[in-house]
T-cell receptor
Framework: EDQVTQSPEALRLQEGESSSLNCSYTVSGLRGLFWYRQDPGKGPEFLFTLYSAGEEKEKERLKATLTKKESFLHITAPKPEDSATYLCAVQAGGSYIPTFGRGTSLIVHP | DVKVTQSSRYLVKRTGEKVFLECVQDMDHENMFWYRQDPGLGLRLIYFSYDVKMKEKGDIPEGYSVSREKKERFSLILESASTNQTSMYLC????????????FGSGTQLSVL
């Protein structure tokens, strides 16, 4: 049973077309929610950590938000170089091991 | 920046061979992890280690073992490679327990024929 579900699986956008990626989780005692970016043929690269509902983090065109049930990664006016797979992971309860979602593959067309 | 180095980017092995995947981190991190990544299945944890000579099973340890003789090095061993172990293998490290921001290597794409 998935504890972390990402949607959509794939997303195609035109350059400049803003959108959001979703990460919903069904865990108790959230300790942290992580967003990573993964380029083809490379390992994931850390973007953000969110700890509590209402928290927001921003980096360039990306903004991550957190509620009690889900997180959104908002992409404002994306560029082709934002094309990548975005992974969400949660750390919860007594475990310090993050559980990953299956990712959203984003393609931004020029 | 932390650097996590995996010894091979691509590896081709035969069924039944013993395979060693090596990972080295250069920032004195306590924790090290091995994941495999398959299309549609995401990242799945094989083994992790909180300290030298300590190891814990992850979600899919069957067919794998690990070794951590030095703090900076974490090895994944496939005792007898099988075709269903064809996958992308990712090593990661984190500073301490409770600080699970992970730093990943570039991955090893293993093909077992």
């Amino acid at each position: 049973e998935d504890q972390v579900t990402q949607s959509p699986e794939a997303l195609r956008l035109q350059e400049g077309e803003s959108s959001s990626l979703n990460c919903s989780y069904t865990v108790s005692g959230l300790r942290g929610l992580f967003w990573y970016r993964q380029d083809p043929g490379k390992g994931p690269e850390f973007l953000f950590t969110l700890y509590s509902a209402g928290e927001e983090k921003e980096k360039e065109r990306l903004k991550a938000t957190l509620t009690k049930k889900e997180s959104f990664l908002h992409i404002t006016a994306p560029k082709p170089e934002d094309s990548a797979t975005y992974l969400c992971a949660v750390q919860a309860g007594g475990s310090y091991i993050p559980t990953f979602g299956r990712g959203t593959s984003l393609i931004v067309h020029p | 920046d932390v650097k996590v180095t995996q010894s091979s980017r691509y590896l081709v092995k035969r069924t039944g061979e013993k395979v060693f995947l090596e990972c080295v981190q250069d920032m004195d991190h306590e924790n090290m992890f091995w994941y495999r990544q398959d299309p549609g299945l995401g990242l799945r944890l094989i083994y992790f280690s909180y300290d030298v000579k300590m190891k814990e099973k992850g979600d899919i340890p069957e067919g794998y073992s690990v070794s951590r003789e030095k703090k900076e090095r974490f090895s994944l061993i496939l005792e007898s490679a099988s075709t269903n172990q064809t996958s992308m293998y990712l090593c990661a490290s984190s500073l301490t327990t409770g600080n699970e921001k992970l730093f990943f290597g570039s991955g090893t794409q293993l093909s077992v024929l």
